[in-house]
């Protein structure tokens, strides 16, 4: 990226249009780098942006095995599961939920997560500042951060999958349910895959870290959605 950004000192001036014979010029005319530039940082901050690069992604072949495959299956699987209540309706914990990752981070230990999206670029993987295509809202394949969305029910379900570097293959998913007698419950639940040894070792080493970190998140998670809804009351 670094040459590529240099060249920008460099005028390109192109002296072909060819293309000219099969698409028709614009009536207004070229846009210009600068004005090209400001548009398109303006549909970034209206979360106007349709299309970007970071969804570009490699499916994995159809006999793969996938977290929600029975124990049967005959694969070891590592899980951690977390449940936290809230007195937000579901469709309000929905909407933290969807809107995770970014910039509006992972509601658990920032410097943990930034410490981890750091290792994973240090050893050729994405990185965790990959952000996401829209604030808000999310597709099926569409990147967030180092992770991919594999499935994504609106209103009920997301299951993300990791694109960090990991010696298996690892998911994260979230379930919104309504509470009986008012609220909501959302239900977190990271699935592994181990690749080898160093996959249960790679397991084992970061287990103990897991107790701190998701059942931070799915607190943090269902306490904000809380939050929010007695401030729009106000």
Known sequence: AVPIISSLQYDAICTEHDIDQYIDPPAAGLTGYRRAVRYALAKMREGEVETTWQNATVRGAPSDLLPSDPDWSGHTVYTDRQEADSAAPPEALWR??????GDNGWYSLP????????????????????GR???????????????????????????????????????????????????SRLIQRAVFFPSGLGGRLYWAAVFPFHGIIFS??????????????????R
């Open 216 to 233: 931070g998140m799915a607190t943090t998670i269902a306490k904000t959605a809380a939050t929010r809804i007695q401030v729009t009351k």
């Open 133 to 183: 295509r829209d604030p808000d809202r999310l597709a099926p394949g569409e990147a967030v951060d180092f992770w991919r969305v594999e499935t994504l029910e609106r209103g009920r379900f997301l299951r993300l999958r990791a694109e960090m570097k990991v010696p298996g293959r690892a998911w994260l998913e979230f379930t919104v349910e309504p509470r009986p007698g008012g609220g």
């Open 111 to 130: 410097v943990a997560w930034a410490a981890r999206g750091w290792l994973d670029k240090l050893v050729g993987g994405v990185g965790l500042r990959r």
């Open 96 to 101: 933290v939920v969807e809107g995770i990752g």
